[in-house]
């Protein structure tokens, strides 16, 4: 087994379920001049560039999408590329399965993932030499802060989303449901003052979830900053201290977890809601579920309405904060990649011109979107089609840069300026811009990973009972070195805070 491929079957064990959190900082500009200005490629051998991205998607609208790009980049870089899409559920897995293998791949998405185990263990290369030649365009319109969050040890390992880059959190719903409860949901602004409403939904929907989780989690409605994942946060990013704790251990979470374990008693949360891999929007929009919780920006209620295909409203509960793991959506040359320089001259194309950018975000014009005002890049599903039909499902934040892209109907013509405001006004956490390296402590973060997959999930989703569970969760984290993890990410934040003074 060659040394890449072994490194790669160690990752699988680390990454599995590391859906923690990513990185964060300021805004990024873009261009929107449709080209792309790096190194003259006119005598480059032909090279197919191929591309693993999350979303449902049919194999037949991924081949023709691909198509299209490759008339695109082969005549810029004589390169075709191959898309794939994989859905949610099944994404992390099936990056797993093809890092662990010697098969060919050259760009891939991550959300929320622990950058510095991916790189201690083989699964992605450094980009840093070939920015200049290949990805010129992206470097400079990438903010410096921007690409602190994916740099480690001098070289930079990813290009973050140019989308929002932080995070509030809160409850969508079934606008319809909602409404017809004739509760006052708009003066809900807590998670424990959401009972009575959804006690109600119980009432008049008996065969519908008042909760939902999605593909197996559900999301706290906390500030907290993970600092860069694994074990160990600043208690709240609205806050001066910088304490590294435990968060599993704070009254907070015994209090989120009691109310969830005992709205699941009630019946207002989907029974085996940890084990599903059922996505929330998808049952919501078939009516099995009512609602969910969800991260909140400028746009939210649109976006998640094209795949639930019903009106949402969402619910703020937790204001709009960054910290330096809000750059959650990266994108990676994995070490699979042939030649790293060609995945970085496609993906600098994506970042840049927004005749490729839309083609990988909407799809198809006629077939997976139409005009509604051309001018204006305004667009929406043609005749017939919907967000349970198309072929392919349009998520803009998941790719390099949604701000290049169409906006479609019903969302504010100036969608993109709202979320950049969105990351200028939000809180920023004291810790914003901390870079954590888990290299030194790599056994303990793959077993905290373990102890936190075997209860994390379950006691969110109010599975588990939180007064007994707890205790022995604690335990078995203290018993996996969490302690060792806090204590070294609290170095390393001290050191950080010392030389940033």
């Known amino acids: 087994m060659n040394k890449k491929k072994a490194m790669a079957l160690l990752l699988v064990s680390v990454m599995a379920g590391s859906m923690l959190a990513g990185c964060g900082s300021d805004n990024a500009s873009s261009s929107n001049d449709g080209s792309s200005k790096s190194a003259d490629s006119s005598n480059q051998d032909s090279y197919t560039v191929k591309i693993l991205a999350p979303g449902d998607a049919s194999t037949d609208d991924c081949a023709k999408i691909s198509e299209a790009a490759s008339k695109i980049t082969e005549e810029k870089f004589n390169t075709k590329v191959e898309l794939t899409r994989v859905g949610f559920g099944s994404y992390d897995q099936q990056v797993n399965l093809t890092l662990a293998s010697s098969e060919k791949l050259d760009l891939m998405y991550e959300y929320c993932g622990n950058v510095t185990s991916a790189i201690s263990s ?81 009432e008049m929907y008996p065969d519908v979830y008042p909760i939902v989780s999605n593909n197996g989690s559900m999301s706290l409605m906390t500030d907290q900053d993970d600092l ?57 929009g078939a009516g099995k579920g009512f609602g969910r919780f969800t991260n909140t920006k400028p746009g939210i209620e649109k976006e998640m309405e094209k795949e639930v295909g019903k009106e949402v409203v969402v619910l703020e509960m937790v204001k709009p904060y960054t910290t330096t793991t809000r750059v959650d959506i990266v994108w990676y040359v994995p070490h699979n990649s042939e030649k790293p320089e060609r995945a970085v001259q496609v993906l600098n194309e994506i970042y840049t011109n927004p005749d490729l950018a839309n083609l990988f975000i909407n799809g198809l014009e006629g077939k997976h979107y139409e005009f509604v005002d051309k001018e204006k890049g305004i667009v929406n599903y043609p005749e017939g089609v919907n967000a349970s039909n198309t072929g392919y499902t349009s998520l803009p934040w998941a ?6 892209s169409y906006i479609w109907e019903g969302l504010d013509s100036d969608i993109w300026d709202q979320i950049q405001e969105f990351n200028k006004d939000a809180t920023v956490s004291p810790a914003k811009g901390f870079a954590w390296d888990n290299t030194e402590v790599q056994n ?8 936190v997959a075997k209860y994390g999930p379950a006691l969110e989703c109010g599975s588990l009972e939180p007064e007994t569970t707890i205790p022995k969760f604690l335990d078995e984290l203290k018993a996996a070195g969490a302690d060792t993890i806090i204590a070294e990410k609290q170095k390393q934040l001290d050191a950080w805070l010392e030389a940033n003074k």
């Open 122 to 202: 083989g699964q992605i290369v450094p980009i840093t030499d070939y920015l200049d030649s290949y990805g010129s365009d992206m470097k400079s319109q990438i903010s410096d802060s921007d690409w602190k969050c994916v740099t480690f040890n001098g070289d930079i390992y990813g290009v973050p989303a140019n989308k929002e880059k932080a995070t509030g959190w809160g409850f969508a719903m079934n606008k319809e449901m909602a409404d017809a409860t004739g509760i006052d949901y708009s003066s809900i602004k807590t998670e424990e003052e959401l009972e009575p409403l959804l006690e109600k939904v119980k």
């Open 228 to 284: 860069g994942g694994d074990i160990g946060s600043l208690e709240s990013a609205s806050g001066d201290n910088t304490t590294v704790i435990n968060y599993y251990g704070t009254d907070e979470y015994m209090n989120e977890m009691k109310l969830r374990y005992d709205w699941a008693q009630k019946g207002l949360l989907m029974p085996d809601a940890s084990t599903s891999t059922e996505n929330a929007n998808s049952l919501i």
């Open 399 to 404: 790719w390099p840069n949604e701000t290049i």
């Open 444 to 451: 303990e973060v793959t077993a905290c990973a373990n102890v």
